[in-house]
């Protein structure tokens, strides 16, 4: 079955201990983001990369981090964690940036 | 780099009823602009996508009409029913492949 995952689901952690959240696709997909979602505010692009080794900041990247070292995986990477961090994420994947996107399932972060 | 502005943030029409969505974007150099469905904890899916060189495109209920001239792309649903109550997000794609959305539009059909 073709699909996004993502892992954690749910994950609640303190300030500052660094974190990762894996994001996994099988369906051969160049085109790899990572977003938040704030009510009011929509979905916000955080990191995106265009293939293995390419990588460029979104919209909100402060305090994130990314690498895409296979095709398939893109893991998002909170360093050092703050409250305001605080959000729902979710990574997609498509072909290209200019066709479909495919979300994964979401992580509900908290950090308190 | 690219803006994107979606109204309304909240639309309530009888059953049966059209319902409109409407966004501008900033950047003229946009090429894409698709139209994302995310019911209620739910991961958003795309529901229909215009590309520039396209000044209208419809499936089924579902319609999408692109000035870029005006740099504003509307999204049209007919004969709305009770399962399409859920919000719907507009986005760009602008020449620096990144993707920016809108702040989303909360439509709720009654029955």
């Known amino acids: 079955e073709a699909q996004v995952t993502q892992n954690p689901r749910y994950l609640i952690t303190v300030t500052g201990k660094k974190l990762t959240v894996t994001c996994s696709q099988n369906?051969?997909?160049?085109?790899m983001s990572w977003y938040r979602q704030d009510p009011g505010l929509g979905l916000r692009q955080i990191y995106y990369s265009m293939n293995v080794e390419v990588t460029d900041k979104g919209d909100v990247p402060e305090g994130y981090k990314v690498s895409r070292k296979e095709k398939r995986n893109f893991p998002l990477i909170l360093e050092s964690p703050s409250p305001n961090q605080t959000s729902l994420y979710f990574c997609a994947s498509s072909p290209s940036p200019i066709e479909e996107q495919y979300f994964g399932p979401g992580t509900r972060l908290t950090v308190t | 780099g690219e803006n994107v502005e979606q109204h309304p943030s909240t639309l309530s029409v009888q059953e049966g009823d059209s319902a409109v969505i409407k966004c501008t974007y900033s950047?003229?150099?946009?090429?894409?602009f698709p139209w994302y469905k995310q019911e209620l904890g739910k991961r958003p899916q795309l529901i229909i996508d215009i590309r520039s060189n396209v000044g209208e495109k419809k499936d089924q209920r579902i319609a999408v009409t692109l000035n870029k001239t005006a740099k504003h792309f509307s999204l049209h649903i007919t004969e709305t029913q009770p399962e399409d109550s859920a919000v719907y997000f507009c986005a760009a794609s602008g020449a620096g492949n990144d993707m920016r959305f809108g702040a989303g539009t909360r439509l709720t059909v009654k029955p």
């Open positions: 950047d003229s150099a946009s090429n894409y």
């Open positions: 369906m051969n997909h160049e085109y």
